[in-house]
């Protein structure tokens, strides 16, 4: 399968816990995004990276919230001292930007958090 | 990027035509128009896009007014797998950051 794969798929989690994601994008793709999903909502950009520089960050990316691109292949995305408001599907997606111009960006299945 | 307005949820006969609206009153010349669709607890999935032209590709075919202030997802016929929620999403040419996700239409297509 050569698509957007994340994992892990699911991830129970006590309050107050750290967690960390991880993405791995299209091979080629040297565009990758993290989106999150709440019920009913569409999904919420949170950050991007062209190859290992994360160029914008939403201000829904508190300071808990970090992620990490560093070889410009696979991300992760951490999130220190989980809170229930943080209960989401997690999405990553990737494009391949040439010329200042994207393809269309593929996403991965997403990783749902439950904080409990 | 331009809003987009959609309705909230749909119905479709199994077999029949779904035809999904999309106002983008405010799109500058610049811009295309993408459709996603997320089947439930999936990633969204890229359906097409456009500028000003009508696109077809195997899923699906977009019409984009000639003013271009709207269009139409048309999926020519639906089945039960393609019950799902499809967002419109108005993005730059050369716009490479973030699509900007409303909250869709939801197709619910029936037997």
């Known amino acids: 399968d050569t698509g957007v794969s994340q994992d892990p798929r699911h991830k129970i989690t006590k309050r107050g816990q750290n967690v960390t994601f991880r993405c791995d994008p299209i091979s080629e793709h040297n565009r990758l995004y993290w989106y999150r999903q709440t019920l009913g909502q569409g999904p919420e950009f949170l950050t991007y990276f062209q190859n290992e520089a994360q160029l914008e960050k939403s201000r829904l990316l508190s300071d808990r919230f970090s992620a990490e691109r560093p070889k410009g292949s696979f991300s992760t995305l951490e999130i220190q001292r989980t809170e229930q408001g943080d209960s989401a599907m997690y999405l990553c997606?990737?494009?391949?930007?040439?010329?200042?111009?994207?393809?269309?960006?593929?996403f991965g299945q997403g990783t749902r958090l439950t904080v409990v | 990027d331009a809003k987009t307005t959609q309705p909230p949820s749909m119905d479709c006969a199994e077999g029949r035509a779904a035809n999904l609206p999309c106002n983008h009153s405010?799109?500058?010349?610049?811009?295309?128009v993408y459709w996603y669709r997320q089947i439930h607890s999936q990633g969204p999935q890229y359906i097409i896009h456009g500028l000003k032209n009508n696109e077809t590709n195997e899923m699906a075919s977009l019409i984009i007014t000639e003013d271009r202030k709207s269009s139409t997802l048309i999926l020519p016929h639906a089945t039960l797998r393609d019950t799902a929620v499809y967002y419109c999403?108005?993005?730059?040419?050369?716009?490479?950051?973030?699509?900007?996700f409303g909250t869709g239409t939801r197709l619910q297509v029936f037997p």
């Open positions: 999403i108005v993005r730059g040419a050369y716009n490479t950051d973030k699509l900007i």
């Open positions: 997606a990737s494009s391949l930007v040439i010329w200042g111009r994207s393809t269309e960006a593929f």
């Open positions: 405010t799109i500058s010349g610049n811009e295309y």
